[in-house]
């Protein structure tokens, strides 16, 4: 069977650090993973693809844009139907609140379980410091996830993802 991968880009905004704990969440909630709202139902629910995931994607340096993406790979005969399935994903997100919180969970553990280490402190102080921040913000990032809601993260959708012009490659 022939197979077709896709991947839609949007550019959305230059780099904003105030949004780096949203994205972190959203990636976890809506795209990045087996459980996520992307994969649950392109692939599984739908069965339109092999392969889906979407995401936002934080620039490295401040003077850069964000993006968000959405990637699909499937049979050629299902690609019309498994992008109509992603697109309408990218412009209404599902909300399920035991995921949201499932993902909030999720990403608040990797962020304790994170060592920055040996030379990787000074890598890290680096992209920082090309992000425009001057101190290790993880701290207030773990807080804002701790108090972070699922209206927030749909602002963040909207605001963020929702709308924006796709390119496909």
Do not use: C
């Amino acid at each position: 069977m022939v197979q077709t991968e896709l991947i839609l880009l949007a550019k959305v905004d230059q780099f904003d650090a105030s949004k780096l704990a949203r994205a972190q969440v959203f990636n976890d909630y809506f795209g990045y993973n087996m459980s996520s709202i992307v994969f649950q139902e392109i692939r599984e629910s739908k069965s339109l693809a092999y392969a889906a995931y979407a995401g936002y994607s934080s620039a490295s340096d401040k003077e850069y844009s964000d993006y968000s993406y959405a990637y699909i790979g499937t049979q050629t005969n299902k690609l019309p139907q498994a992008v109509d399935a992603m697109m309408e994903l990218m412009n209404d997100m599902p909300e399920v609140e035991q995921l949201f919180e499932a993902s909030k969970n999720s990403t608040l553990k990797k962020i304790a379980a994170q060592r920055i280490t040996k030379s990787n402190i000074f890598w890290s102080y680096e992209a920082l410091k090309k992000r425009g921040i001057d101190h290790d913000n993880r701290k207030e990032i773990y807080e804002e996830v701790q108090n972070m809601t699922l209206p927030d993260l749909r602002e963040f959708f909207n605001n963020s993802v929702k709308g924006n012009d796709y390119t496909a490659l």
